[in-house]
């Protein structure tokens, strides 16, 4: 059953504008994750946060957290054509993770 | 590190068949998952070892799948039975030990194996 739900489902940019997508879930957490998956392939890893932490970098990732409202969002900025791809985040849940439908983010030159 | 593979890539069976896959994780994972994916959605989860113990498999996994990890290495997954709805990605994803929940760890995946049923 779904934990997290990503928001929008899909979204289009302009090469160069910053992407922000969001993630809601439900229940408490210890750790979210985000995910990047391109058409056919396998999902990559991105930023992991734990649930003390409220903002983490990596490149041009910027995730935050806010487990007062139970949401996270993931910001790329200076987007590229390489980004056009499908963001997963995924919650902790028991022994397991679990991940939203996704946002579909399409880039265009 | 030579990342996650999965063989093979894509398998189209007649319905009743039976089908294997086969996951090789890193070689210093602890951990190995198999998902499940639809088209539009995210991975759904299938079952999960620690080493070569299967600790959970999902309600939604019918009698007819099966999977194994005979020697905490490699992992194979069955189906028995084919049928239309098993049309599906089978995803397989590997970590290093997460401590106190899978949470804690970045997954790594492979390609998938992209299963059709006629």
């Known amino acids: 059953s779904q934990q997290g739900e990503e928001d929008p489902q899909a979204l289009s940019i302009q090469e160069g504008e910053n992407a922000t997508m969001n993630c809601s879930y439900k229940?408490?957490?210890?750790?979210l994750q985000w995910y990047r998956q391109n058409s056919g392939r396998g999902l990559v890893h991105l930023i992991l946060i734990r649930s003390n932490e409220r903002e983490k970098h990596s490149g041009r990732l910027r995730v935050t957290l806010d487990t007062s409202k139970k949401s996270s969002s993931l910001l790329i900025t200076a987007s590229r054509a390489a980004d056009t791809a499908s963001y997963f985040c995924a919650t902790d849940r028991d022994d397991k993770i679990i991940f939203g439908k996704g946002t579909r983010l399409h880039i265009l030159p | 590190d030579t990342g996650v593979s999965q063989d093979p890539r894509h398998k189209i069976t007649k319905r009743g068949q039976n089908v294997t896959f086969r996951c090789d994780p890193i070689s210093e994972h602890n951990r190995l998952y198999w998902y499940r994916q639809t088209l539009g959605q995210g991975p759904e989860f299938l079952t999960y070892f620690q080493n070569e113990a299967q600790l959970e498999k999902s309600r939604l996994l019918s009698d007819r799948f099966s999977a194994e990890r005979p020697k905490g290495s490699f992992s194979t997954l069955e189906i028995q039975r084919t049928e239309q709805g098993d049309s599906a990605m089978y995803l397989c994803?590997?970590?290093?030990?997460?401590?106190?929940?899978?949470?804690?760890?970045?997954?790594?995946f492979g390609d998938g194996t992209r299963l059709s049923i006629l």
């Open positions: 994803a590997s970590s290093k030990n997460p401590g106190t929940g899978a949470g804690n760890q970045p997954q790594h």
């Open positions: 229940t408490s957490i210890n750790n």
